[in-house]
């Protein structure tokens, strides 16, 4: 065992990759998206169960995502109610730009 006397060990960041730029980021800077039973649900609290992938909270990440590589990731075919869904929230967010966020 290493010793630790003296020294404190640097607590853990949990790192995610975006779906949409590919980017590897915090956790908690990334929202997450569901394949549950009930669908694709947007995990904003991160806690629901089922599948999940990252995206960037930027439309450029978001659009990459949906353009097919969410649904890789969550291995499934998007219904077009809940692409819908995502591209209603998509919208709300800053347009960001096509490289993903500056780090």
Request: aromatic share 2%.
């Amino acid at each position: 065992m290493a010793q630790t006397k003296g020294k404190h060990r640097q607590k853990h960041i949990p790192q995610r990759t975006c779906v949409g730029c590919r980017t590897v980021q915090e956790k908690r800077s990334l929202t997450r998206v569901v394949r549950s039973a009930e669908g694709v649900v947007i995990d904003l609290q991160g806690k629901h169960a089922g599948r999940g992938a990252y995206l960037h909270n930027l439309q450029s990440c978001w659009q990459q995502g949906l353009e097919g590589r969410l649904a890789h990731a969550l291995k499934i075919e998007i219904s077009a109610e809940d692409m819908a869904v995502l591209k209603e929230y998509m919208s709300t967010l800053p347009l960001g730009d096509k490289r993903g966020p500056s780090s």
